[in-house]
Structures are given as structure tokens and as C-alpha cells.
């Protein structure tokens, strides 16, 4: 690309060097452009078009309106103006002033304006801070645009374009080149990113693209592992290998056998655990418990969103390294939010039609009133910091979807969330920033309960909240009676509370006091129907 400069390569000492070295995304050296992408159309096949704004001289204006600038949805397509009655010819002029941009409104202009949260009267300058940000405009009651400061994405290979990622800015483009760079390279990978950024998607990405895609994909939580059974569940058992062992087990590497095997949240792996890995890894051989010794064929995946170097970290630097022979980055939702139109309408899609009201979805034939009512739930949705990152943006458009019975209906408790999106995203980090690590044994009784309480009892943001490794948390609550997972509620049990809140999953996960994360995979993992889970 024009402007950029060649990547700067750090030589490792020989022992820590990697087998394979593959760029973390996205790559810092990319140009940045101004880029105007669509969030919202009432033709929702435009959602995620984009039109670069070209290089603007000082006083010199740049027309955006009905019929100017043309959008591209992708590569080799046209570009298409936003062509909506509703949007004036003539809507808005972009001026440089200097190193801020001042976007004007046209006295021609008919058509409603706002621009990040405020009405457009005259004139709003925005500066070089904001642009990157990303700010939100409103045209007309009809089309929501986002104007960023972003890297512009290359044409997509046609191999490329397969890999099954939603969204279409450069970041996805790019991740998905990396999927597939990683898919035909066949070693084993480190997915970090922060909670909520896809990192299981990726890793699920990465080995359908691969020659072992046809071969099985275990996933396996390492948080919520008991470092006691860790040696079975790991790499098996023979029958009455230990008490309790009533018949032989293969483990979960000898489950993937020939495909992959999944590591979530792989840096709460307990530490007595992390040897027997790191030989299983290097060897590629593991030992049931009571067995012998036997070759396994597997690729490992793991993801982690913990950091695994630096003081006060735990994890066995040898075992990170062997981890990551290729590594991938995920980005937060905030820095590539020009896929935030096409997400939330791929899981409003999804939702709706499950729960059969796809009618309800916008289109050309929807009403004006309706599509107002659209574009401003993607609007303010556009407009929020998503700390919970894609995660958090699936769950809001689930309660959207399940409170629109005859029309679009934004919750309370999300328009409340939405309304101080700065707010919400900076108590939000606060609550879940790391704690200095501690030992769970100096957690009260009391302090325990009130962070469980306060964190909907989603296990990785109390262990964040208290400093501790989610391990811990997992294996203090299992020693509890006063606490339980999703997956030990009796299915009984589950019905009935998902019968009195007529199918809401979040609400049934605070009358249970379990996570919701954990009840929705839990409903998944049974192929229970909750908006039916009240029948027999």
C-alpha cells in the first residue's frame, strides 16, 4: 500500500525463538484514510459499504448527500450512492481546517442531521482524536454512516472472502488472510484478545480452513479444570486407575486425535498441570493415568485473554512459547467499529427468525415510522464503547430481539446503558480492569458473594474484579454449596424458571444466579429451545 513502511523485525535470543513468526493484526505501518462506512440503510444489503473521502485541501469542501460519494460493498462491485429520499441532495460539506475537520451543514440541506449524539445546526469540528475514535452521523431519519480515521482494506483474495467472519472493514479483511495463513500453516496457535472478541470464532475459523477440518475440533475450558482430575480429563485414564475410575476415559487429547484440540482461557491453566502440558506439547505424546505412554496427532488451539508474561504472572514462560508457534491478535470491537452495522444485523437476523419474526426485520417496503425507529437502535448501538466487545453486542441484540414483539423495542435496562455510552464503557473497564494478583484463601466470605453478585456471576470478570486466577474461583465455588455452574442446574429446574420469564435467558440466569454466558451454552449444548423450554 502507498505510504508504507516495511515492517521492523526484532531478533529473539535462539532458545525463545519461535518456529514460525506471523504479524499480529493489524499492522500499525497500514495507511490511514477518512472513510465514511454505512451502519445502517434502509437497504440493509448496503450495510457495510464504504467510500474513502478524498485528501481535502484547506477550504476547499467535499459533498456528501443523496447522490454523492458512491459506496463500495465489495470488491469488483459498483459504487452506489446512498440514494435516499429522505437524505438531501446536498446534505453536508467536509472542510479541512488545518489538522481538524469541520463537517458543515448546507443551507440547501432539508434533511435531519447528528453528528456524534447532537443535532447539526451549522457547523461541528471534529478533531484528529474524535476521527480516529470514530463519530456517529445520523442523515435524514434513514442512514447512519460512521466517519473514521481507519486503514483502508485491499480487494479481498477470493479464497479469502470464504473464511466465515462477519464484518468487512480492513481488521476483518486482514484477519481473515491471517486465518487462512495460519489454517495452511499447521501449527499450533495463541489466540489472545480481550473477553468478548471472538477468539473461539477465530480458533473455529482457523481449523475448518485447514486439511484438518474435517477431523474433530474438542473444546476444552482450562479455567474451570480441577487440577486434580487435570491428568484424566487431559490425557485419560484406565479403568480403576484412581478411586472413582469405573471405566477407561481417552482424554480429551486422544478425543482429538488427528483434528485439534481447543484450550480456552488457557492462562488460568493450574499450575502443577502446565509440566505434563508442556511435555505433550514438545513430544507430541501423552501418558493416561495408570497407562502407557502413546503418540497423538493433534493440533492445539488455545486462547487466552489473561496476560501469560511479566511479574506476578504464574504461567511457565516455556509452555507460553511452545503455545504460540503462530499468534493471533484480536482486536476490541471499539477499534474496528465500521463492522458494527453488519454484526448487529447478522444477530438481529439470526434472533428474529428463531424466534419467528423475521417480518419484523427492515427492508425497502418497511414503513418510514419503522425505519426511523431502526436506524435508531443502530445509531445509538453505534455510539456505545462495547467493553463486553462482540459478546456484549450478541447479548443486547438478543433482548432487543426478544422484546420486539410487533415492532423494533429497545429494553430499559440496555436504552439506560446506551444513553451514557462513555459512562457505561469506563465503569465498566474499571470493574473488570485486573486487581493485583492475590490468593483467593484472603477473599472474604462476603467479598466473594458481593462480587459474584455484582458480575451476574460470570466467572472471568469476578476473578478480574478480585484479583484472582478464574481457576481459583471455579474451584472455590464448586467447594461451596451456596454456589453452583449453569451446568449443574437440573434440567427441571431450568424449564421452570425459563417458563417464568417467558423464555428470557438472561432473566432466567439472575432468578438461577448462574452466568448467563454459561446458561446460553448450556441451552446450546442441550439443543433446548427456550423460547419453548416451558413444554414438556
Same mark, same amino acid.
Not at 7 to 15: E, K
Not at 36 to 42: M, N, R
Not at 73 to 90: K, M, W, Y
Not at 106 to 126: A, N, Q, W
Given at each position: 500500500m502507498h505510504g508504507?513502511? $516495511? $515492517?521492523?523485525?526484532?531478533?529473539?535470543?535462539?532458545?525463545?525463538?519461535? =518456529?514460525?513468526?506471523? %504479524? +499480529?493484526? $493489524?499492522?500499525?505501518?497500514?495507511?490511514?484514510?477518512? &472513510?465514511?462506512?454505512?451502519?445502517?440503510? =434502509?437497504?440493509?444489503?448496503?450495510?457495510?459499504?464504504?467510500?474513502?473521502?478524498?485528501?481535502?485541501?484547506?477550504?476547499?469542501?467535499?459533498?456528501?448527500?443523496?447522490?454523492?460519494? #458512491?459506496?463500495?460493498?465489495?470488491?469488483?462491485? =459498483?459504487?452506489?450512492?446512498?440514494?435516499?429520499?429522505? +437524505?438531501?441532495?446536498?446534505?453536508?460539506?467536509? &472542510? /479541512?481546517? #488545518?489538522?481538524?475537520?469541520?463537517?458543515?451543514?448546507?443551507? /440547501?440541506?432539508?434533511?435531519?442531521?447528528?453528528?456524534?449524539?447532537?443535532?447539526?445546526?451549522?457547523? +461541528?469540528?471534529?478533531?484528529?482524536?474524535?476521527?480516529?475514535?470514530?463519530? %456517529?452521523?445520523?442523515?435524514?431519519?434513514?442512514? &447512519?454512516?460512521?466517519?473514521?480515521?481507519?486503514?483502508?482494506?485491499? =480487494?479481498?483474495? $477470493?479464497?479469502?472472502?470464504?473464511?466465515?467472519?462477519?464484518?468487512?472493514?480492513?481488521?476483518?479483511?486482514?484477519?481473515?488472510?491471517?486465518?487462512?495463513?495460519?489454517?495452511?500453516a499447521g501449527l499450533d496457535v495463541l489466540v489472545r484478545g480481550e473477553t468478548g472478541t471472538g477468539k473461539e470464532v477465530v480458533a473455529t475459523a482457523i481449523h475448518k480452513a485447514s486439511a484438518r477440518g474435517s477431523k474433530p475440533l474438542v473444546r476444552v475450558n482450562m479455567a474451570a479444570m480441577p487440577a486434580d482430575l487435570a491428568p484424566a480429563l487431559l490425557f485419560g485414564n484406565t479403568r480403576g486407575a484412581y478411586t472413582g475410575a469405573s471405566s477407561a476415559n481417552e482424554g480429551f487429547f486422544g478425543q482429538a486425535d488427528g483434528g485439534a484440540l481447543f484450550m480456552d482461557e488457557i492462562g488460568d491453566t493450574p499450575a502443577e498441570i502446565q509440566p505434563q502440558l508442556l511435555r505433550a506439547l514438545q513430544e507430541r505424546e501423552i501418558q493416561a493415568v495408570g497407562g502407557a505412554i502413546r503418540k497423538v496427532d493433534v493440533r492445539v488451539i488455545s486462547a487466552t485473554d489473561a496476560a501469560l508474561e511479566g511479574e506476578g504472572c504464574d504461567f511457565k514462560a516455556a509452555l507460553r512459547y511452545r503455545l504460540g508457534a503462530s499468534e493471533i491478535k484480536l482486536l476490541p470491537l471499539r477499534e474496528h467499529p465500521e463492522d458494527i452495522g453488519e454484526l448487529l444485523l447478522h444477530f438481529l437476523e439470526k434472533n428474529l427468525r428463531q424466534l419467528g419474526r423475521g417480518h419484523l426485520l427492515p427492508g425497502v417496503e418497511t414503513s418510514a415510522l419503522e425505519i426511523a425507529a431502526w436506524a435508531e437502535l443502530f445509531y445509538r448501538f453505534l455510539a456505545y464503547d462495547w467493553p463486553g466487545n462482540v459478546r456484549e453486542l450478541a447479548n443486547f441484540s438478543s433482548q432487543v430481539a426478544i422484546a420486539s414483539v410487533d415492532g423494533v423495542m429497545l429494553p430499559d435496562d440496555i436504552r439506560q446503558t446506551l444513553q451514557s455510552p462513555s459512562h457505561a464503557a469506563s465503569s465498566a473497564v474499571s470493574a473488570t480492569r485486573a486487581a493485583p494478583r492475590r490468593h483467593i484463601r484472603d477473599v472474604s466470605e462476603a467479598e466473594f458473594a458481593t462480587a459474584l453478585h455484582d458480575t451476574a456471576y460470570e466467572v472471568a470478570n469476578v476473578a478480574r474484579q478480585l484479583g484472582v486466577s478464574r481457576q481459583s474461583v471455579y474451584r472455590r465455588m464448586d467447594e461451596s454449596p451456596l454456589y453452583r455452574l449453569a451446568g449443574q442446574v437440573p434440567l427441571a429446574e431450568l424449564k421452570e424458571a425459563l417458563g417464568r420469564h417467558g423464555g428470557d435467558v438472561r432473566a432466567a440466569a439472575r432468578d438461577l444466579k448462574v452466568s448467563f454466558t454459561g446458561l446460553r451454552s448450556r441451552l446450546r449444548d442441550t439443543a433446548l429451545d427456550w423460547t419453548r423450554a416451558q413444554e414438556d
Open positions: 508504507r513502511n $516495511p $515492517p521492523t523485525l526484532t531478533r529473539l535470543d535462539a532458545d525463545l525463538t519461535l =518456529p514460525s513468526v506471523i %504479524p +499480529v493484526l $493489524p499492522g500499525s505501518a497500514e495507511e490511514q484514510r477518512l &472513510v465514511l462506512t454505512i451502519v445502517f440503510h =434502509p437497504d440493509t444489503s448496503r450495510i457495510g459499504a464504504a467510500a474513502q473521502v478524498p485528501c481535502l485541501d484547506d477550504g476547499e469542501p467535499w459533498i456528501l448527500g443523496r447522490r454523492s460519494p #458512491g459506496f463500495v460493498r465489495a470488491p469488483g462491485t =459498483p459504487a452506489a450512492p446512498l440514494e435516499d429520499a429522505h +437524505v438531501s441532495r446536498q446534505a453536508l460539506a467536509l &472542510v /479541512s481546517e #488545518g489538522g481538524d475537520l469541520a463537517v458543515e451543514r448546507l443551507p /440547501s440541506s432539508t434533511s435531519r442531521c447528528r453528528i456524534g449524539g447532537r443535532e447539526l445546526h451549522e457547523k +461541528v469540528v471534529l478533531s484528529r482524536e474524535q476521527l480516529h475514535a470514530g463519530v %456517529p452521523i445520523l442523515l435524514g431519519h434513514s442512514v &447512519v454512516l460512521l466517519l473514521r480515521l481507519a486503514p483502508w482494506s485491499e =480487494p479481498v483474495a $477470493p479464497r479469502a472472502a470464504t473464511v466465515e467472519l462477519c464484518g468487512g472493514s480492513a481488521y476483518m479483511t486482514r484477519l481473515r488472510e491471517q486465518v487462512l495463513r495460519l489454517a495452511d
